[in-house]
């Protein structure tokens, strides 16, 4: 038998009729209006064009549909695999992801790992892009960088994390990453991944000289705020 050579996927932008009628309504209704703008805004394109999907005969999912489900469950505060498949057998989710059967978490969990690193800088790079063109459109020359660390708990084994200073959770495995926002805008510039036994003010030094370099030209005075746990 003559084989089918695998083809990419194409994402399919799919559009929603809004009407309020009382009936049919899911729990995630507010939803509809959020996957409006993102396809205005072509997330899914751009999802597409750098993490492209080489299609089979057992392909069911892109990974677009996996990045953009963890999107839209991340406006409703869901953030476990286990939730996020559940989340997305949503008879309106699997509309708006274009599904034809929800995820399960080892198929979300399986094709992340499978982007690992290789799918990952080239992610961080488009939105450090996307900052920057933000940041050069608001014509800012004053600005606010706020920089914190997060304690993010974890269920499992996953790597890299670890045990460290947990309020949440003592004793759990986590993540520890540092964030830096810009305060006018709401708008996170930087972020860097730790494990979670990293002290707050590790590596903080570097991340500002990185941060600074993201900020455009026309921004000359950076007022930089961090907490106690920074000071060393």
């Not at 695999?81 to 978490?105: C, E, P, Q, S, Y």
């Amino acid at each position: 038998m003559k084989k089918d050579k695998p083809t990419l996927s194409k994402f399919n932008r799919q559009h929603i009729n809004h009407s309020f009628t009382g009936t049919q309504l899911t729990n995630y209704a507010g939803l509809s209006p959020i996957m409006k703008y993102l396809n205005r805004i072509k997330l899914g394109e751009a999802l597409n064009k750098l993490l492209p999907t080489v299609m089979h005969n057992s392909t069911r999912f892109t990974i677009v549909q996996i990045m953009l489900s963890l999107v839209l469950a991340s406006f409703t505060g869901i953030n476990r695999l286990k939730r996020i498949a559940a989340f997305t057998h949503d008879a309106l989710v699997m509309k708006l992801l274009t599904l034809k059967k929800g995820l399960n978490k080892d198929v979300i969990s399986v094709r992340l790992k499978q982007l690992a690193q290789a799918g990952a800088i080239p992610l961080q790079e488009h939105l450090f892009g996307l900052t920057r063109k933000w940041l050069k459109n608001s014509a800012l020359v004053t600005a606010t960088v706020d920089a914190d660390s997060t304690v993010k708990t974890v269920y499992g084994h996953q790597e890299g994390a670890a045990k460290g200073f947990n309020h949440q959770k003592k004793g759990a495995n986590s993540y520890h990453p540092l964030l830096a926002f810009i305060n006018e805008m709401r708008l996170v510039i930087n972020s860097w991944f730790r494990t979670g036994s990293a002290y707050s003010s590790n590596g903080i030094c570097e991340f500002i000289r990185q941060t600074k370099a993201l900020l455009p030209a026309h921004i000359q005075h950076v007022f930089f705020r961090v907490d106690s746990g920074f000071f060393k």
